[in-house]
């Protein structure tokens, strides 16, 4: 019922944020995505996010004075989703889950099919279909991706519930400066 925003500096120097909400990865990972895009559009940094089954640990460099605060973290339960949505598309996980799905519909063949491709070569070019596959929207691979994306591998509606939860103080939101993690 509560979520913890911890702050404090690493040993670099750099401030780090740590959310502990033990909700699990399926919450937390778009929930990082959200936040990912919030710190970009304010602060215009690419910060570090990492997350668990345990919370979310935002690393910021040392360009931001006053690391952000509990207020960073609540989003509109009403726009979280579309968010989510809009910010899934350039994700490592989204590129993953569309080699996986190019690879099913049999849209990466293989040179000798009795060999095994390189991982590496796989992922090249998967990498070069999504571009292409990008400049249409209804792409059915796109389409398969973002669905298993949002449905199979996030809790999308559990996260807009722990919005709502926020902003009608169903879950309490403690905010904590630390001189270590």
């Not at 590496?120 to 279909?129: C, E, K, P």
């Amino acid at each position: 019922r509560t979520v913890v925003v911890e702050r404090f500096r690493d040993e670099l120097g750099d401030w780090r944020l740590a959310i502990h909400c033990v909700l699990g990865a399926k919450v937390n990972a778009p929930w990082a995505l959200a936040l990912r895009h919030r710190l970009e559009q304010r602060y215009g940094v690419d910060a570090q996010v990492l997350t668990s089954d345990d919370g979310i640990v935002v690393r910021l460099p040392d360009l931001v004075d006053e690391p952000p605060g509990a207020e960073l973290v609540a989003f509109d339960p009403d726009e979280i989703s579309a968010l989510v949505e809009q910010e899934v598309g350039g994700s490592a996980l989204f590129a993953a889950r569309f080699r996986e799905c190019a690879a099913r519909a049999l849209l990466l063949p293989r040179r000798d099919p009795r060999r095994r491709q390189p991982l590496w070569q796989q992922r090249q070019r998967a990498a070069q279909l999504l571009d292409v596959a990008r400049e249409f929207p209804d792409f059915p691979v796109t389409l398969e991706a973002a669905r298993e994306c949002l449905q199979d591998v996030f809790d999308l509606p559990g996260l807009v519930e722990v919005m709502r939860g926020l902003t009608t103080r169903k879950l309490r939101l403690v905010e904590v400066e630390t001189p270590q993690p």
